[in-house]
C-alpha cells in the first residue's frame, strides 16, 4: 500500500470480481466467480483502492448496477470501484468464446486442442481491446496512471493505451503459460500480439521458464533488441522489462482462521452430506471444468488406485467439484460429458449399493463450501496438464492449520516450482498418481506435518501480497528513473 501513495491504480481484466445477480424476489445477491485471476488480484484491489475495469459478463442483470455502470466493492466495505463494460453477444463470442478462449487459451496451454484462428474473432478481439483501452483513458485522471492489465484477454491493449497516455507506467500480468517459439508461431497474429505486448512497462509472467520462452519467441518473430543480463527488451520507442513474479493467494488472518468450523467438524459435515461413512477417506479435487486441469488423467489414477490397491474398495472417495465453465464452447460440453462418462463407468465398475468411489459435483461452490472440503479431505490431488501457476494447491494448504493433508502436484503446475514438499507427478502418467495417492493415504502424520508445515511457511510468505507488491516496487522505480531523465 504505501508504494502506491498517491499513485492511481487502475486495473483492467475480463473476468469481473463481483458479480450482481437479482434472485427471483426481487433481491440482490452478490457472488464470488471461479478465477484465479479474481482470487489473487481482489486482495490486493481492496488495498490499494483505485478502478477495476471488467467485463460485466457474469451480471446478468445490468440495472443492478447504477446508471454509470459503476458500482464501489465489495459490499459492506465499498474499497475500490467496479466499472463495467457491457459487450455484445457478437462482441462476446468474438473476443471472449473465440479469440480468447478458442484461440490463446488452447494455443498457450499446449493441452493438445488444437487452437481455432478465425478472422471474425481476431476482429472482435482487436475492436474489444480497444473499447477497453478507451475505457481506461477515460477513468484515468491523471496522465501517468499505473494500470495494471490482467490476462490473454487484453495482449493489444497495452500498446493502444500507450498510444494514448504515453506516461502510464503498463504493468502486465499473463496469468497463463507462454509456449515456446514454435508453437506461439503458429498463431496468424503473432506479430500483433507481440507488438501489443509490447507496449507494457513491465511484463510478468508466473515463472522464469515462461519469460524465457516470450523472450525467444520476440527473438524469433520482430526485429527488437534484447538485453538478455537485465531482460529487457527494446522495440520501437518502447523498453520492456519481463520478470517472474509467481502469483499467490492471500494468507488467511488470525480472525477468518478463528472463525473456521474445527476440521473435525468439517470431515462430518462433508461425509454426513455426501452420505460417506465416517471412516472414509477422502481425496478432492477443485477445478473450473476445463480441459487443461487433468480431470481425465485424474479419474484414470483412482481407477488403476483400486484396481492396484483393492484394500481402498469402499474405504476411500473422491470428490470432485468441477465448477462449469465457458460452456457455450464445444470442446468444453464435450469434455464434460466425457468425465460424466467415465465417473459413471468407474462406479458401475467398483461400486456396491452403499458405495460409490467417485463423487462429481459439477457445480460452482463458494469459498465457505471449499474450504469444509479442503479440511475434510486427507488428500488434495491437482493433475493439471499444464497451468500458468494453479491457486488450488495452494488454498488447499492454507486452508490445513492443522497441518494435516497430503498435496498431490502436477509438475506441470507453475506451482511445483515453489512447492517441493508436495507429492510431484507427471499427470500423464497414470501409475505414478495412482502411486502417489496409495502413498498420500497411508502417509504417517509425522511425515504429513513436517511437508505441510513446509508447504505452508513457502506460501504465507510468498502471499499475493507479496506478489504485488515485487511488480508495483519495479513499477516504483521504473517511474522514479523516468523522472529522474525528465529532469536532465
Ligand atoms: C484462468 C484465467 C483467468 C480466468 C479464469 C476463469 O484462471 O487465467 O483469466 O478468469 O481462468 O475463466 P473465465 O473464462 O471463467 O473467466
Known sequence: RTQLRGDEVIVVSNREPYLHQRNEDGSVVVKRPA?????????????????????????????????????????????????????????????????????????????????????????????????????????????????????????????MVRAKLPRATILTFWHIPWPNPESFGICPWRRELLEGMLGSTILGFHTRYHCKNFIETVDRYLEARIEHEHSVVSYRDDETFIESYPISIEWPDDETVARRPSVDECRQAVRRRLGLPEDQLIACGVDRF???????????????????????????????????????????????????????????????????????????????????????????????????????????????DDEAGV?????FAGAARELNEALIVNPYHVEETADALHRALTMPRAEQRERMASLRMTIREANVFRWAGLMLADAGRSRLRERIEARV
Open 407 to 411: 498435496l498431490i502436484l502436477s509438475r
Open 35 to 159: 478465477s484465479g485471476l479474481v482470487t489473487a488480484v481482489e486482495p490486493v484491489m481492496r488495498a490499494c483502492s483505485g478502478t477495476w475495469i471488467a467485463h460485466g459478463s457474469g451480471s446478468a442483470d445490468r440495472e443492478v448496477v447504477d446508471a454509470n455502470d459503476r458500482i464501489r466493492v465489495p459490499p459492506g466495505h465499498e474499497d475500490y470501484t467496479l466499472r463495467r463494460l457491457w459487450l455484445t453477444e457478437e462482441e462476446e463470442a468474438g473476443y471472449y468464446y473465440g479469440f480468447a478462449n478458442e484461440g490463446l487459451w488452447p494455443l498457450c496451454h499446449v493441452a493438445h486442442v488444437r487452437p481455432v484462428f478465425r478472422e471474425s474473432d481476431w476482429q472482435r478481439y482487436r475492436e474489444v481491446n480497444q473499447r477497453f483501452a478507451d475505457a481506461v483513458v477515460a477513468e484515468a485522471r491523471s496522465e501517468d496512471p499505473i494500470v495494471l492489465v490482467q490476462d490473454y484477454h487484453f495482449a493489444l491493449l497495452p500498446a
Open 290 to 400: 476445463d480441459y487443461t486441469k487433468g480431470i481425465v488423467e485424474r479419474l484414470h489414477a483412482v481407477e488403476r488406485l483400486l484396481e492396484k490397491y483393492p484394500r481402498w474398495i469402499d474405504r476411500f472417495s473422491f470428490v470432485q467439484v468441477a465448477a462449469p465453465t465457458r460452456s457455450s464452447l464445444p470442446e468444453y460440453r464435450v469434455f464434460q460429458d466425457r468425465i460424466k462418462e467415465i465417473t459413471e463407468r468407474i462406479n458401475t465398475r467398483f461400486g456396491n449399493d452403499h458405495w460409490q468411489p467417485v463423487r462429481l459435483l459439477a457445480e460452482h461452490h463458494d469459498s465457505d463450501a471449499v474450504n469444509e472440503l479442503y479440511r475434510a479431505s486427507e488428500v488434495c490431488v491437482v493433475t493439471s496438464l499444464h497451468d500458468g501457476m494453479n491457486l488450488v494447491c495452494k488454498e488447499y494448504c492454507a486452508a490445513r
